[in-house]
């Protein structure tokens, strides 16, 4: 296991290397920023503060829960990274290559420390992802310290299930999708990623990584008119009661007839039947139409995220970092 111990505001952290098996805190009120190779003693680890809040901390707990069951699902050795203080674990950092970081579980105090920690280990960061808060303030400290460009690239609004009010009227009906299915799914995710996010993202293709979400227990529905889809919404296997909806696609010539927001509640459905007791999207803010059919379908927002971008510069670090 990697290790990196800093003390706050005393100093440049070294990055060095422990024999140590677990993480062990120490009691003297040292910022502990550590790095974990063992993916199973990171995620027993962390457990109990990303559980804590399922809600918020969403997309982390559904990155480990992939990478728990399809380990190849990241395209390098993922990001795993804890914070102490004393004998108190305050914080957790994970990302999967070349995807950004998840920044949900970080203290906006920490961010600093972990900031220098990455410059050494990972001075290449895409960017950083997670409730704007503290995504500001981790890309914030990056740039300080490494000198990196920051750019927003999506808005995003967190929405939550309060009580699934699955749409009338809406002609056709929903099928659940398998592996017979996954080069539509291919096809579509990479029509979604090209729409919304301006291409597909990662090393893996469209086909692998929708066969990496049938083959982590994900549940892909597909709303149909006549036998013929229409419209596709993913869930996550629920982690800490958690569930993921997204993406949601429906096809352009297709919309506007309500499909999208029965596939949506097709996908809540599973999730809710599954074991979910919270049901958790993201929209994007530019988009007026995801941010008002989601609430009529009993969904309510709780917070704001943000993904930012990291453009790297040539020059070595700062003498501050």
């Not at 995710?189 to 301006?198: I, K, L, P, V």
């Not at 139409?289 to 969904?299: L, Q, T």
């Amino acid at each position: 296991m990697r290790a990196a111990s800093c003390i706050s505001g005393a100093g440049r952290c070294t990055v060095g290397y422990s024999i140590d098996a677990v993480w062990r805190p120490g009691n003297d009120g040292r910022v502990d920023v550590r790095l974990h190779d063992d993916l199973n003693e990171f995620v027993v680890l962390t457990r109990p503060l990303l559980e804590a809040d399922p809600v918020r901390h969403s997309i982390a707990l559904t990155v480990l829960g992939l990478l728990m069951r399809v380990p190849d699902a990241s395209d390098g050795p993922p990001v795993l990274l804890t914070v102490g203080r004393g004998d108190e674990l305050t914080g957790v950092l994970v990302g999967t290559p070349p995807r950004e970081v998840i920044v949900s579980g970080l203290p906006a105090d920490c961010a600093g420390e972990v900031a220098e920690v990455l410059a050494r280990t990972h001075p290449r960061l895409p960017g950083a992802v997670g409730p704007r808060p503290e995504t500001e303030r981790f890309a914030k400290s990056w740039s300080e310290c490494t000198g990196a460009v920051t750019q927003e690239r999506l808005a995003q609004r967190a929405f939550t299930l309060h009580r699934l009010t699955p749409p009338t009227g809406v002609p056709g009906a929903a099928r659940r999708a398998d592996s017979r299915d996954i080069e539509l799914l291919a096809r579509w995710r990479t029509d979604f990623a090209n729409e919304a996010a301006g291409g597909l993202r990662g090393h893996h293709s469209a086909r692998q990584q929708a066969a990496n979400s049938l083959a982590a227990g994900n549940a892909a529905l597909l709303w149909e008119i006549d036998a013929q889809p229409v419209a596709w919404a993913s869930a996550t296997a629920p982690v800490a009661g958690m569930s993921r909806i997204g993406p949601v696609y429906t096809l352009p010539p297709h919309r506007g007839h309500g499909y999208g927001s029965a596939v949506t509640a097709a996908a809540t459905t599973w999730s809710l039947e599954t074991g979910a007791k919270h049901v958790v999207l993201h929209t994007d803010l530019s988009n007026p139409i995801s941010n008002a059919i989601y609430p009529r379908i009993g969904f309510r927002p709780v917070y704001d995220a943000v993904e930012v971008g990291f453009t790297p510069v040539d020059r070595s670090l700062d003498a501050d970092c």
